[in-house]
């Protein structure tokens, strides 16, 4: 079945009952009304059989006492369909960095009360989103995510720093998740997938003594990640998080995908330069692909992912009528 028409409904299979925005009203009608529609409060949940009074004073007292969803639609984005998902995307840097990236830097004590109190914060913010689905940056297919997820409701797991952990678990346990969804298509940028990445093996050693191997220096970071660190390190994780969402250090951070197109002038091969970037425009192509998966009517998504992914994640988002782009600064102010 097309995606998009699992998704969205169609003129043969009528969609399911939505539980979010109002399917009457478009979304580029973004009036005062619009915005109070879209935060109405659910009607009690249809029975086959009648319920006794006090059942449902019981049911409606504690559905009012939920609090509405907080939704700001990014102004970039003011044309969709009327039953266009919300779609929230928080880019973060990395809390428990893997060494994966182009340049590394370390996190100081995110498990410390100082971080875990500024953590909590974030989360407070994010909350009032009320998202109905976590996405995280995770592999689609055989991540331990969901399961770890689940020991965790069970007392039986102990989150690391990493920012799946610390927020998109935290968050979905704070809010009654049964699970988390991950999105991602795991691909280096030489178009590798993690199952064909091997290992160095050891070679032989030359006969003789031989001179200690000089250890090279690490690449300076780029200006943009030594104010990040210099952010984390004096400020607080939202700070950090305003930072690397803000217009401008989402622009530079692409800018350096683009700035790799140029020809090598030394190389024969046409497009050496350019299939890099193209297997990172296919990652975050595939990983849109999975957010259309994992959405249903009615939703509000949420997903967390590395903040180099948002230039194009935000593009797709924008550019697409099913999903409604939120404003992501707000949340963190």
Same mark, same amino acid.
């Given at each position: 079945?097309?995606?998009?028409?699992?998704?969205?409904?169609?003129?043969?299979?009528?969609?399911?009952?939505?539980?979010?925005?109002?399917?009457?009203?478009?979304?580029?009608?973004?009036?005062?009304?619009?915005?109070?529609? #879209?935060?109405?409060?659910?009607?009690?949940?249809? $029975?086959?059989?009648?319920?006794?009074?006090?059942?449902?004073?019981?049911?409606?007292?504690?559905?009012?006492?939920?609090?509405?969803?907080?939704?700001?639609?990014?102004?970039?984005?003011?044309?969709?369909?009327?039953?266009?998902?919300?779609?929230?995307?928080?880019?973060?840097?990395?809390?428990?960095?893997?060494?994966?990236?182009?340049?590394?830097?370390?996190?100081?004590? %995110?498990?410390?009360?100082?971080?875990?109190?500024?953590?909590?914060?974030?989360?407070?913010?994010?909350?009032?989103?009320?998202?109905?689905? %976590?996405? %995280?940056?995770?592999?689609?297919?055989?991540?331990?995510?969901?399961?770890?997820?689940?020991?965790?409701?069970?007392?039986? $797991?102990?989150?690391?720093?990493?920012?799946?952990?610390?927020?998109?678990?935290?968050?979905?346990?704070?809010?009654?998740?049964?699970?988390?969804?991950?999105?991602?298509?795991?691909? #280096?940028?030489?178009?590798?997938?993690?199952?064909?990445?091997?290992?160095?093996?050891?070679?032989?050693?030359?006969?003789?003594?031989?001179?200690?191997?000089?250890?090279?220096?690490?690449?300076?970071?780029?200006?943009?990640?030594?104010?990040?660190?210099?952010?984390?390190?004096?400020?607080?994780?939202?700070?950090? *998080?305003?930072?690397?969402?803000?217009?401008?250090?989402?622009?530079?951070?692409?800018?350096?995908?683009?700035?790799?197109?140029?020809?090598?002038?030394?190389?024969?091969?046409?497009?050496?330069?350019?299939?890099?970037?193209?297997? #990172?425009?296919?990652?975050?192509?595939? %990983?849109?692909?999975?957010?259309?998966?994992?959405?249903?009517?009615?939703?509000?998504?949420?997903?967390?992912?590395?903040?180099?992914?948002?230039?194009?994640?935000?593009?797709?988002?924008?550019?697409?009528?099913? $999903?409604? *782009?939120?404003?992501?600064?707000?949340?963190?102010?």
């Amino acid at each position: 079945m097309d995606v998009r028409t699992h998704m969205f409904g169609s003129t043969s299979v009528p969609p399911p009952e939505p539980h979010g925005p109002p399917q009457s009203l478009a979304l580029r009608q973004r009036s005062r009304a619009t915005l109070g529609a #879209w935060t109405r409060r659910p009607t009690l949940p249809r $029975f086959p059989v009648p319920l006794s009074p006090a059942l449902a004073l019981l049911f409606a007292t504690a559905l009012a006492a939920q609090p509405a969803p907080v939704l700001r639609p990014s102004p970039l984005d003011p044309v969709n369909k009327p039953a266009a998902v919300p779609l929230l995307v928080l880019g973060s840097f990395h809390m428990e960095n893997p060494g994966q990236d182009a340049h590394n830097f370390e996190v100081k004590d %995110i498990l410390g009360p100082r971080k875990q109190k500024e953590l909590a914060e974030l989360l407070d913010r994010l909350e009032a989103y009320r998202p109905t689905k %976590i996405l %995280i940056e995770a592999a689609y297919k055989g991540s331990p995510s969901p399961a770890n997820y689940q020991k965790y409701l069970a007392g039986q $797991f102990t989150l690391t720093p990493n920012e799946i952990h610390q927020v998109a678990f935290a968050l979905a346990r704070r809010l009654g998740h049964k699970t988390v969804y991950p999105v991602d298509y795991a691909m #280096w940028m030489d178009g590798r997938v993690p199952a064909e990445i091997g290992e160095a093996k050891a070679r032989p050693a030359a006969p003789g003594p031989q001179p200690a191997a000089a250890t090279p220096a690490p690449a300076p970071l780029p200006e943009r990640l030594q104010t990040l660190a210099r952010t984390l390190d004096q400020g607080t994780v939202l700070d950090g *998080l305003r930072l690397v969402n803000s217009p401008d250090f989402i622009r530079e951070d692409h800018a350096t995908y683009i700035e790799g197109l140029p020809p090598d002038p030394y190389s024969t091969e046409l497009y050496g330069t350019t299939d890099p970037v193209t297997n #990172w425009y296919k990652r975050n192509l595939r %990983i849109f692909t999975n957010v259309y998966r994992v959405a249903e009517p009615g939703d509000r998504l949420l997903l967390l992912i590395g903040s180099g992914h948002l230039a194009i994640l935000n593009r797709l988002a924008i550019d697409s009528r099913d $999903f409604v *782009l939120m404003d992501t600064l707000p949340y963190l102010r």
